[in-house]
């Protein structure tokens, strides 16, 4: 058994309509796979009872916020609401030069800021519902909301879910244990993409030097 | 649970120096993914005992073979010890139409040719050995050659080492067991692949259409 081979760490983006299953995708990622971390953003909201600084967010004034924008620290970033959300490009490049791979929950709108950044880095998953009948279930059984609030999320949904067809990979959330093998299979087999494995070059040299 | 999405099939490519440890792998891949075919390749050489017309390989005149190779039939070829090799590109074509995957099971200078034509449907793996060893272990185990005969067949792995640069993935075989998992990763995660299921248009569209 040689030294395993070094490899750079990958970008994995998951995207979906709400609703469709990602943030249970994502939960069950992050216990099964010990080499990968989830991203932690950057926000000027206030920081809510319970929340752990540096864990759930890093929390930003204002002015700290714009000024790392105008220095490009951020891989993406927007405004919601009043506040600024985004996420800051050193942590992730460490990550990906020690080999660790990042998890990050974000909409398309996200995806497509981070892709003209992070390039081969990036590898993009878009989760699809198997029907909108199901949507409608896991919107409803959620959280409680009034049927006003879902339909108003339904009707958001279409929108979101237009934007598969950014992704490199799709995947139809039909069962939660598939469709979190089916993101498992796309992780490993990444790791095994030549370009990834940075250390093949000098194990090869290696290989080759004793023939 | 809706209809499966249609999706083209994948051009799987297995190269290795000998001794790495592809045909093992082949075979267990083979067992166990029940859409996966191996490719039959034609050749010229003479029918031996036991073999099966075109289950082994569709054996043809040498005639026929060149009228093959004028008309552009094949994804590849090549003329060894006098016998000409190929892969007859029309049941791959329309194994790949009906979501049907095949194995190749071919060298370096084939998955050059066949890159060539096959474009995206074309999903390559190198096997690579574990140490020096391991190879030579290997090589002697096998065929119980002479050292001499595993002499040359050292010498020859060098020169077929060298591309690995050329696949899309690169495996070092240091386990069969994990390896084959590996690959099988590889063949779930590129089935996936968004531009790979065909179906998804209309299935979205589908979607779309009850929002």
């Not at 929950?105 to 950044?117: E, S």
């Not at 279409?158 to 796309?186: T, W």
Request: glycine share 6%; net charge neutral.
């Amino acid at each position: 058994m040689g030294p395993p081979i070094t490899r750079r760490g990958i970008m994995l983006v998951l995207s979906s309509p709400s609703g469709a299953g990602k943030t249970s995708i994502c939960n069950r990622l992050l216990q099964q796979e010990t080499e990968l971390k989830l991203s932690v953003s950057a926000t000027t909201r206030q920081r809510r009872p319970g929340e752990v600084e540096g864990k759930d967010y890093l929390f930003l004034s204002t002015i700290d916020f714009e000024t790392r924008i105008n220095r490009s620290e951020f891989l993406e970033y927007a405004k919601v609401f009043g506040h600024y959300y985004g996420t800051p490009s050193k942590p992730v490049e460490s990550s990906l030069n020690s080999g660790v791979d990042i998890l990050f929950d974000i909409d398309w709108q996200g995806t497509q800021q981070m892709k003209a950044k992070a390039g081969q880095d990036l590898v993009s998953v878009f989760i699809l519902p198997p029907s909108i009948k199901e949507l409608e279930k896991r919107l409803f059984n959620r959280a409680q909301d009034t049927s006003d609030v879902v339909a108003q999320r339904m009707s958001k949904s279409a929108g979101e879910m237009s934007h598969y067809s950014e992704y490199d990979y799709v995947v139809i959330n039909y069962d939660l244990d598939k469709s979190v093998q089916q993101v498992q299979s796309i992780l490993n087999a990444e790791r095994s993409r030549r370009e990834r494995q940075n250390g093949l070059v000098q194990f090869v040299k290696h290989l080759s030097s004793q023939l």
